[in-house]
T-cell receptor
Framework: SQELEQSPQSLIVQEGKNLTINCTSS?????LYWYKQKYGEGLIFLMM?????EEKSHEKITAKLDEKKQQSSLHITASQPSHAGIYLCGADIAYAGGTSYGKLTFGQGTILTVHP | EAGVVQSPRYKIIEKKQPVAFWCNPISGHNTLYWYLQNLGQGPELLIR????????DSQLPKDRFSAERLKGVDSTLKIQPAELGDSAVYLC?????????????FGPGTRLTVT
């Protein structure tokens, strides 16, 4: 979707390295969702962010939503081969009045490869 | 708790043939989504149901695609006739609306190949 851009498109890291994936929206977000997908499988929910400046963590994965609610980053600390997969951000774009459209627009995904 | 179930997992058909996909959402989830995912892309919403009602079908190509969710539980997505460009993964997801969150649970998808 042109409304939502993810970067980088792919990332190859050595096990133990930190990495960051970015998601930028052209519109103000009501909420931002991070998912992980393994090839041939469905999406697995990771985290949801709704408040500007919010930060959430789960195990070694941290996600932040900036104050303007138009950009989010996903940071993985000390990456492991189990982190490999496709990371997708999904945007719940806000109406002009600030309410939700009630649906998600997804980025094109970031393919993460972690070499042992 | 069982997750979102989809069948079949894989389908190969010739162009111009019909095809149908089935989805059973997580028990109690009133919102059901059908997405199309092309290789190297994120999912794109085709249709969203709130119970039996299709509340957003603006992206569904209605000349060849149809969907139904008759009893507000499981759903079927149909393509008739299929075209080469329909080759993709069709994902079904469900969520519980009214919570302020659109945390969606996805099925494994149906990979369609049209030859």
């Amino acid at each position: 979707s042109q409304e939502l851009e993810q970067s980088p498109q792919s990332l190859i890291v050595q096990e133990g390295k930190n990495l960051t994936i970015n998601c930028t929206s052209s519109k103000t977000l009501y909420g931002l969702y991070w998912y992980k997908q393994k090839y041939g499988e469905g999406l697995i929910f990771l985290m949801m962010l709704q408040k500007g400046g919010e930060e959430k963590s789960h195990e070694k994965i941290t996600a932040k939503l900036d104050e303007k609610k138009q950009q989010s980053s996903l940071h993985i600390t000390a990456s492991q081969p189990s982190h490999a997969g496709i990371y997708l951000c999904g945007a719940d774009i806000a109406y002009a009045g600030g309410t939700s459209y009630g649906k998600l627009t997804f980025g094109q995904g970031t393919i993460l490869t972690v070499h042992p | 708790e069982a997750g979102v179930v989809q069948s079949p997992r894989y389908k190969i058909i010739e162009k111009k043939q019909p095809v149908a996909f089935w989805c059973n959402p997580i028990s109690g989830h009133n919102t059901l989504y059908w997405y199309l995912q092309n290789l190297g892309q994120g999912p794109e919403l085709l249709i969203r149901y709130e119970n039996e009602e299709a509340v957003d079908d603006s992206q569904l190509p209605k000349d060849r695609f149809s969907a139904e969710r008759l009893k507000g539980v499981d759903s079927t997505l149909k393509i008739q006739p299929a075209e080469l460009g329909d080759s993709a993964v069709y994902l079904c997801a469900s969520s519980l609306s009214g919570t302020g969150s659109y945390e969606q649970y996805f099925g494994p998808g149906t990979r369609l190949t049209v030859t």
